[in-house]
């Protein structure tokens, strides 16, 4: 069966930043695979919250999948932070193309717009939680800007955006206490319309963050700040394009590819290889990937 193509990443000239559509996960519900339970703003599937009720919280939610199940989320990103646990059962998960196989307990955490997948192809039976903080980044190097329901000192709070930026580890051990807050967030979705609903989520999310931040104090060993650098924007940029064939199918100009990684043109980041096609560029500035346009990475 031919896979879905991904949505050029940094698109802004068509329709800016595709995200995940989550359209296996509503056929899913729609056939009774799965039963779910949640709240979203926008295209996710759930029940349906203001923007103004926990701002930057864009879906939060579980399910319940029993026996064998026949679909999968394939390749897609999320605008924001997102943190998934899962309570039983079995499943791959792939994320920058890398496999890695969830068992009860597994926690796993991917940092805004990063490729990541559910399934091999397909998921398990078993109960999956999940919440999507849109944290306000639309590049690596930007700097990130947590909702103010987040209530953990600013020193706590530097720590854990420091541990979640600076890591490639996307795979953790919960511990009792972050199954215990999912539970608790799962009793809150079911209980959403009584009184004091969202007073109570904000405390149980709160919790949760802080159980967050104590497993990676405890089990994160190295940190990478590189994972966050001008370098690294241009070098997923670069990535896009070599992978992913709707990327590789526009027609950029230097302004454009400048444009989408943040830089300056006149930083020279990006320079058309070789002289050849500069008479291209004079008339349209632009290549395509087929025409394999090479690009000088200054940074």
């Not at 009860?104 to 919440?131: A, D, E, M, Y």
């Not at 190097?141 to 947590?146: G, R, T």
């Not at 190295?222 to 241009?234: I, M």
């Amino acid at each position: 069966m031919e896979q879905p193509l991904l949505k050029a990443i940094y698109q802004t000239r068509r329709k800016p930043y595709e995200i995940d559509t989550c359209e296996p996960q509503v056929r899913a519900v729609q056939e009774g695979k799965i039963k779910l339970h949640a709240l979203t703003k926008g295209h996710y599937p759930g029940a349906k919250f203001s923007s103004d009720i926990l701002p930057g919280l864009n879906s939060i939610g579980f399910w319940d999948g029993a026996g064998p199940q026949d679909w999968g989320l394939d390749e897609h990103r999320n605008e924001g932070v997102e943190i998934v646990f899962l309570e039983t059962g079995r499943m791959a998960f792939t994320v920058d193309q890398r496999r890695f196989d969830l068992g009860p307990g597994s926690l796993t955490i991917t940092r805004p717009w990063q490729v990541h997948k559910l399934g091999n192809p397909n998921i398990g039976p078993g109960r999956l939680h999940w919440l999507i903080v849109d944290v306000g980044v639309r590049r690596p190097n930007q700097e990130w800007q947590w909702p103010d329901w987040l209530v953990l000192t600013k020193p706590d709070l530097a720590e854990l955006t420091r541990k979640l930026r600076h890591n490639e580890t996307p795979i953790w051990k919960s511990t009792a206490d972050i199954a215990q807050n999912f539970q608790k967030i799962a009793q809150c979705i079911l209980d959403w319309n009584q009184p004091h609903s969202v007073s109570r989520m904000i405390a149980k999310l709160n919790q949760l963050f802080v159980g967050i931040l104590d497993a990676l104090t405890a089990q994160q060993l190295v940190e990478n700040p590189d994972l966050t650098s001008r370098r690294r924007t241009v070098e997923l940029f670069l990535r896009d394009l070599a992978e992913n064939p709707v990327s590789g199918r526009e027609l950029w100009t230097l302004g454009q590819m400048a444009q989408q990684t943040g830089e300056r043109r006149s930083d020279g980041v990006f320079e058309p290889m070789p002289p050849r096609s500069r008479g291209a560029a004079t008339a349209r500035e632009a290549w395509t990937f087929r025409d394999r346009h090479c690009l000088r990475e200054r940074i």
